[in-house]
């Protein structure tokens, strides 16, 4: 291979450059996912423009880039906290043990062919999202949805029903 020092020294740089780009490439997949940001965030009472992405809203999950995925968001986590109010109310301060293979941990489905809810039980598997009840807060929250005491709307919001 007869090349020239300065040819040498161009392959040198390029090898430099794409080991960086490696490198980068590296340290990115060892990062924990973060939410992408947006210049729109929400709070449990409101959502509203802000300009620009922060890293704090954006960190947790609180910015969408559009004000119609920032509504549907906070109608989820409105949803979301109010499923929770209701399980304290009615299971008190209950938490999944997950080390605990004999405990019943139970979740809210809803049966779109029977148009009926029904809840199901688990004792190992945890899914992403969901809120976990005893079996007697599962079997109260059931009937009153099933009655219409509590209510929910198309995307799932829990409406307590005066």
């Given at each position: 291979m007869n090349l020239t020092k300065a040819q040498i020294e161009e392959q040198i740089k390029q090898?430099?450059?794409?080991?960086?780009?490696?490198?980068?490439?590296?340290?990115?997949?060892?990062e924990p996912w973060t939410p992408e940001g947006g210049s729109w965030y929400f709070t449990t009472f409101r959502n509203a423009p802000h300009g620009h992405s922060t890293k704090n809203f954006s960190r947790l999950g609180l910015e969408r880039k559009t004000e119609a995925a920032t509504g549907i968001a906070l109608e989820r986590m409105i949803s979301s906290s109010l499923l929770q109010a209701y399980v304290y109310e009615?299971?008190?301060?209950?938490?999944?043990?997950?080390?605990?293979?004999d405990q019943?941990?139970?979740?809210?489905?809803?049966?779109?062919?029977?148009?009926?809810?029904?809840?199901?039980?688990?004792?190992?598997?945890?899914?992403?999202?969901?809120?976990?009840?005893n079996e007697k807060c599962a079997d109260k929250l059931r009937d009153d949805l099933n009655s219409g005491r509590v209510?929910?709307?198309?995307?799932?919001?829990?409406v307590p029903v005066n």
């Open positions: 090898t430099e450059t794409k080991l960086e780009a490696l490198l980068v490439c590296l340290a990115q997949e060892d009615n299971c008190g301060d209950w938490i999944a043990d997950w080390n605990d293979e019943r941990k139970c979740s809210l489905v809803y049966c779109f062919n029977k148009k009926a809810w029904w809840y199901v039980k688990s004792l190992s598997i945890l899914e992403a999202g969901t809120v976990y009840m209510v929910t709307n198309a995307r799932m919001n829990l």
